[in-house]
């Protein structure tokens, strides 16, 4: 049996990841793959009390400990769920995945892009994804959607803007670094638009 395939959605809180990933999904099925979607930190109990805890805006967690914790609810994910699926031929769309790390503890909390791929080397085995599909979208167009939503900010989100800005440098950066891999999408496009460039960006693997 040939290996699944694993899809992941990446860009900064606001770029619209979610709602892209469902429609994707969505349009997977239409075309007869057998495919997962699954969020991260979460999907499976332990990383979803994980997520609990890294997203609770009364904690205070330091950049170190907040690597780690995104580390071991990945690493989790990974062994529990996303590595049986491949091994069984689903393919996987998956919202954040190492790349969140990188950018977010990596360049947002400067904590080094080498340093938190080396973590995230040994909690995911070495996996990669297929495909990454990375939503650009301007930090302050995306920072007022986040804003717009009705539900509570997470810890996270209550980062100031400079925060973002450099979460959305290393972004670039890597999708600068390795453009076979991650094709970089324009999110300030309607959701018709936007899935219509998404499916032509993972066309070669249909």
Aim: hydrophobic share 45%; glycine share 8%; aromatic share 4%.
């Amino acid at each position: 049996m040939a290996r699944g395939r694993l899809i992941t959605i990446e860009g900064i809180d606001g770029a619209g990841k979610t709602t892209l990933a469902q429609r994707l999904h969505g349009e997977l099925l239409t075309r007869g793959i057998d495919a997962a979607l699954l969020r991260e930190p979460g999907g499976v109990e332990l990383s979803e009390r994980i997520r609990t805890l890294v997203a609770d805006p009364a904690l205070e967690v330091g950049a170190r400990a907040e690597a780690l914790l995104y580390a071991a609810a990945r690493s989790q994910l990974v062994a529990e769920t996303i590595q049986p699926a491949l091994a069984a031929g689903r393919w996987v769309l998956l919202d954040r995945f190492v790349d969140s790390s990188l950018a977010y503890q990596g360049g947002g909390r400067q904590l080094g892009i080498d340093q938190v791929r080396a973590l995230n080397e040994f909690a995911t085995g070495g996996l990669k994804p297929d495909r990454t599909l990375l939503l650009a979208l301007d930090v302050t167009h995306a920072l007022n959607r986040r804003r717009s939503r009705a539900e509570r900010p997470d810890r996270l989100e209550l980062e100031q803007a400079e925060f973002f800005q450099r979460i959305d440098r290393a972004y670039r950066a890597l999708a600068t670094a390795e453009p076979d891999r991650i094709r970089a999408l324009d999110a300030s496009r309607g959701p018709e638009q936007l899935l219509a460039e998404a499916i032509a960006a993972l066309s070669d693997l249909f």
